[in-house]
């Protein structure tokens, strides 16, 4: 029985390793500086973290992918953030370990030649970057009409276009990169969707209320969307036994790293993956 279950252990270990044989990992020190004007120190602590993983994503990416980098971004922070996600998701180029550097508030000169105070965030991101050797023609596009940044209570929704017939995954990633799964949540969810008509959630006409967490004044969260050809079993978890049972709360079953790693596991032509960053901001 033991030799059984150690055979086991070690096939699953090698299927594992040959998912992720076309990656490869690259240390990467980034920093971000936000200035402590209209929000907290703990709010731009939070987002100074955002945004240094941010640049060390896209200091990898421009690395292989400079021209489309350099052409599409555009001016204003928001198309900046947009484009940085979409382009580590065409990539697969995911943050899989952090180390902080620096995690302090200093004193800077500012662009008008003034001195403020700036939370300042260093990090060492350890990136695994997926070498894809063909597009995968699982493409998927996420917009939300309502725009990118709300107040505690506004309602939302997304609006996801397919390009091929897939199985679609929505998660929430909160401003403590815990994960939640928002779509399948139900057997009849777990089907292919057809391309050609807007795929809008929630279905059925309800909209998402949006909340920053408990004492927080600015939660800065990402929606992620995942088309496969086959269904995929997050985290090992049964969703279906989670809604049977009325625990609806303990969706929370990872965090951000091992999610990225559980769609690196996905052979990269048969997914596509997009995200949308948005603000939540406390009334």
Do not use: W
């Not at 040959?18 to 990656?23: E, P």
């Not at 198309?79 to 902080?100: F, K, M």
């Not at 060492?124 to 070498?131: D, S």
């Not at 709300?150 to 091929?164: H, N, P, R, T």
Request: charged letters at 30%; aromatic letters at 8%.
């Amino acid at each position: 029985m033991k030799k059984l279950l150690i055979l086991s252990v070690l096939m699953l270990l090698c299927i594992y390793s040959n998912a992720l044989s076309g990656s490869k990992k690259e240390k990467v020190k980034a920093s971000a500086d936000i200035l402590l004007s209209n929000i907290s120190p703990e709010a731009a602590r939070r987002k100074a973290f955002r945004e240094a993983e941010s640049h060390a994503l896209e200091s990898v990416i421009r690395e292989l992918d400079a021209v489309r980098t350099m052409s599409t971004i555009e001016d204003g922070e928001e198309h900046v953030d947009l484009y940085r996600q979409n382009i580590s998701s065409r990539t697969s180029g995911v943050i899989i370990a952090e180390d902080t550097l620096a995690d302090t508030i200093i004193t800077m000169e500012l662009p008008d030649n003034s001195m403020g105070l700036v939370y300042h965030v260093e990090i060492e991101a350890t990136i695994m970057v997926e070498e894809k050797k063909q597009r995968s023609p699982y493409k998927v596009k996420l917009s939300m009409p309502s725009g990118l940044r709300y107040e505690a209570g506004d309602k939302a929704q997304l609006v996801i276009d397919l390009k091929k017939e897939s199985y679609l995954h929505i998660f929430n990633i909160a401003a403590d990169n815990k994960v939640y799964i928002l779509y399948p949540l139900t057997e009849k969810d777990i089907k292919p969707i057809k391309p050609g008509k807007p795929f809008v959630y929630p279905t059925g006409g309800y909209k998402m209320t949006l909340h920053p967490l408990p004492g927080h004044d600015l939660d800065i969260e990402e929606i992620r969307v995942l088309a496969t050809k086959e269904p995929f079993q997050f985290f090992s978890t049964d969703l279906i036994k989670h809604f049977a049972s009325g625990n609806y709360m303990d969706l929370n079953t990872t965090d951000l790293i091992t999610l990225e790693m559980e769609i690196l596991r996905i052979p990269y032509d048969e997914r596509g993956t997009e995200s949308a960053t948005y603000e939540v901001h406390a009334k």
